[in-house]
């Protein structure tokens, strides 16, 4: 894990003139000699936890500012601070940065559907990482849409995400809440008629209009 993330997310809020980051641990587990951690962060009365089981609270605290620094800095890239740089990216690095806003171009209406999905509460794709083995993508969820069919409701600060297959046009539901972190949404299907307007002006607001006021399964 990159140890500048702390430091990015410290400049970012001093220079948003905002709350300071504010760390405490979510989550201690495991025997004395191979604990595990997750930790969440508070940045201006927004959460972020880090993914995964870390082998440190410095290793969580930097994961979880890695999350809170990516969200922010997505809302206004135009002031994203500078930071130390990066190292070199790894093959699998630059390719996750190549595709991490957007599926492929043949696939635009599946991701423009999740998109009008999560932004109808308040939500926004913060990032579609690359497809695995099976040609699914992951599709992180971040802004105030947490709804989690597990609990039947929206999390209070953690996350959920997606898992899509274009090809079939499905997707399912997962979250980064520790006491969901094994639950899966049944596949639902994203409806047919959800496709690029390639015809008139009309018929695009139709279809536009017909997603707005479709209930979600």
Not at 38 to 52: D, I, L, M, P, R
Not at 102 to 110: A, D, F, G, Q
Not at 178 to 186: N, R, T, V
Request: hydrophobic residues 25%; aromatic residues 8%.
């Amino acid at each position: 894990m990159h140890t500048a993330w702390k430091n990015r997310l410290q400049e970012y809020c001093q220079k948003q003139k905002i709350s300071l980051p504010s760390y405490r641990i979510q989550n201690q587990s495991g025997p004395p000699h191979n604990q595990r951690f997750k930790v969440e962060v508070e940045v201006n009365n927004q959460s972020y936890t880090s993914v995964g089981d870390c082998l440190s609270k410095k290793e969580a605290e930097q994961c979880a500012a890695k999350v809170a620094w990516e969200d922010l800095t997505a809302r206004a890239p135009e002031i994203i601070p500078q930071g130390e740089p990066d190292p070199t990216p790894s093959y699998e690095q630059a390719i996750d940065n190549a595709v991490k806003n957007h599926l492929p171009e043949e696939y635009t209406s599946v991701e423009e559907y999740i998109e009008t999905m999560v932004k109808s509460n308040g939500g926004h794709i913060r990032k579609i990482s690359p497809p695995n083995a099976y040609g699914e993508y992951k599709f992180e969820i971040s802004g105030s849409y947490r709804d989690c069919e597990n609990v039947g409701r929206p999390h209070r600060k953690n996350q959920i995400y997606f898992i899509v297959d274009p090809t079939k046009r499905t997707y399912w539901q997962r979250c980064h809440d520790p006491d969901c972190s094994k639950f899966k949404s049944a596949v639902k299907n994203i409806p047919n008629e959800y496709i690029i307007c390639t015809n008139t002006q009309h018929e695009c607001d139709t279809t536009t209009s017909t997603l707005s006021n479709r209930a979600i399964e």
